[in-house]
């Protein structure tokens, strides 16, 4: 048997499909050598959970995996995943890895049929028999509902020569640090990967010795830096490059591989959209796609692109901004930006933003000055409330000044409670945190004014999330509504022209 040792950082590669859901096997080599070449990756993982292995055909499956061997070409190791349901599927996956090549085998706990402790050895020590390959187990209960008990682990590190590692696919640091105290101390040479993303700095940190990732797929290069970091020792320079990319990491472990697959997508490395059941808008919201892009553009993987589109109907633009006496006709006249974020999934307190941003001289500024005077003292003859000023907490107005319109009318004090505070400063922070990150320049913010819709469920009861759910709504509708523009020069100076509107 050939010696492997793993270790690194290697991508749990995703399948790219065509447009017919059949396998792209030119997009899967492009992708191959877009994370060896280009974000210099020391493994790659064919066929695993990120792959969608369990939607895979057989023969789609093996292919995977064949062309994996191919251009890796030796460059980099592969482990491919050929773990079943079933142990006598799962030794002739395996067998099949060897045969075209593989490094390794990486073999996921038997799901579905939810095996007892000793069922897992058998699984595994029955396929070690068989098949004379290194083999790496790999338990990710998220997934299958089974965890590989830490004396399971044990034996069979001790007890079988070519089960030489384990990948943990586990947000549980006390189970890692079990395995750590307990397996290394009998079986110095195995190996133990993380492949939980939001987990890694600490994990290479307590000693594993290496990772297989999903956000690796789009964000490898980073990783590398960050082992590279931890192994010299510098941790203080790994956790802050791994607080660069931290978000990113906690999309990519709700979303799996429908995640590293929009990521992708929008970094020009085309892959398309995960096979059914997974699926966009639900597998990865739309709130998390939005969140995912501006992650990409903030570390330099992706640039702003422009979009030119009409807004919407005339009735879905009176339906939206019609409060405030905005009409399609006025926002193509007088170039006003549109805007429109979510956040917060379907819980109570989900926030929705609809913004319209102008200067103080135009229209929007006319609507600002009537809807501060505005007053709706019937809620059995109007929708919403009055509006008001984005305040901070000292009762502090922002500039660019915000103007906050509720859709709901504030019928008690405990919904008065969740706008007079919490969405009131939610907002006002976000416009703050895009003036400082430069996205609304510093010498445009007393000559703009923004409107801003809001909505707050009656049932909403916590205020913390309240006000972050507005905070990133607004920053996100913000940037959607101005997606693009290194500047806002084009507002005063520039003749009229439709707006620019992002959808995400």
Known sequence: ???????????????????????????????????????GVTGI???????????LFWDEQKR???????EANGKVDVMA???????????????????????????????????????LYKHYSTLADKVDMPIMVYQLPALTDVVLPRMVVEDLAVEHENIVGMKCSWGSMPYLMEILERVKPVAPDFKILCGWDEIVFPALAAGVDGCILASA??????????KKLVDTGKFVEARKAEMEIHKLTRIAVKTGGAGAKEALNMMGIKVRKPRLPLEIGGSISHELRSELRLELERIGKIKKEVRIAL????????????????????????????????????????????????PRDGPVGVAFAKG????????????????LLALLETNESVKPETLLVPKVFIRNLRQAAMVFGPVQSGVAKAVIECVKDGFIPEKYVKDLVIIASVFVHPT?????????????????????????????????????????KNEP
């Open 1 to 39: 048997m050939a010696k492997f040792l793993p270790g690194g950082v290697s991508p749990a590669l995703v399948t790219p499909f065509t447009k017919k859901d059949e396998l792209d096997e030119e997009a899967y080599r492009k992708l191959i050598r877009f994370v060896i070449d280009d974000l």
């Open 45 to 55: 993982v064919p066929a695993g959970s990120t792959g969608e292995f369990s939607s």
């Open 64 to 70: 995977i995996i064949e062309i994996a061997v191919e």
């Open 81 to 119: 995943g050929t773990g079943t349901s079933g142990t006598k599927r799962t030794i002739a996956m395996t067998k099949h890895a060897k045969d075209v090549g593989a490094d390794a085998a990486l073999v996921i706990t038997p799901y579905y049929m939810k095996p007892t402790q000793r069922g």
């Open 217 to 226: 797929n789009f964000i490898g290069d980073h990783w590398v830096k960050i």
């Open 311 to 358: 807004p919407e109907t005339k009735e879905k633009i009176e339906e939206r901004f019609g409060a405030v006496e905005i009409t399609l006709e006025t926002i193509l006249q007088n170039k006003l930006l549109v805007g429109e974020g979510f956040f917060g999934g379907d819980r109570p307190e989900m926030a929705h933003i609809d913004l319209l941003i102008g």
């Open 372 to 387: 501060i005077a505005l007053v709706k003292d019937d809620p059995s003859t109007v929708e919403g409330h009055e509006p």
């Open 460 to 500: 909403a009861v916590s205020r913390n999330r309240v006000y972050v759910n507005n905070k990133k709504a607004t920053v996100m509708a913000i940037r959607n509504a101005i997606e693009g523009k290194p500047d806002l020069d084009y507002l005063f100076d520039a003749p009229g022209r439709h707006p620019l």
